[in-house]
């Protein structure tokens, strides 16, 4: 991997925007080629723009370089991320295909305890996690409508959603 140096200097705000645009196609592209779709290459390109305009005040010796690297590393941690839930959810999602059934009084007894240890969990976790678990899982919003919504970055709801799901795992397996 390439160190990218940065150094104080000149702001090169126009010529990393200037840049950032000009290139967008190739940049949406790498992305692409690591993601598999369009949408979530998009968001990581657009990631990557804010990213670079904070750092805009720095002087990047290779530019270029510098562009490709920011999208190729937020394209890998999204792919990750992506990676990562798909396997959280892989276990919870098997149960949505299970007919409902009136069951025994035991068992929902049983699924009322377990109901209430992850209510317990919930209530434990920060307000912003709360909110933005529910969100997504009751109100079903996508993590980007979430993110938009609570004014935070999709990678931190994803983080919310994981620690969320950890807890509630947590306490309904210590039961």
Not at 121 to 138: I, S
Not at 145 to 168: H, I, K
């Amino acid at each position: 991997m390439r160190s990218v140096r940065l150094g104080t200097g000149k702001r090169q705000v126009g010529g990393l925007s200037g840049m950032f645009i000009t290139h967008h196609v190739q940049l949406r592209r790498v992305a692409m080629k690591i993601l598999g779709t369009r949408e979530q290459a998009d968001d990581v390109v657009q990631d990557a723009y804010i990213k670079v305009m904070e750092t805009a005040s720095c002087q990047v010796e290779q530019p270029l370089a510098y562009l490709f690297q920011v999208v190729r590393n937020l394209a890998i941690d999204r792919y990750r991320s992506v990676a990562l839930e798909s396997r959280l959810f892989a276990a919870e999602e098997e149960g949505w295909t299970v007919p409902a059934g009136a069951g025994s009084p035991e068992a929902l007894a049983g699924d009322l305890q377990q109901l209430n240890l992850v209510a317990d969990a919930l209530a434990k976790l920060p307000e912003r996690t709360q909110r933005a678990f529910e969100m997504n899982r009751l109100g079903g919003q996508t993590q980007r409508e979430v993110a938009d919504q609570l004014g935070v970055s999709a990678t931190l709801v994803n983080f919310m959603m994981r620690d969320a799901l950890v807890s509630c795992r947590a306490a309904v397996g210590a039961a």
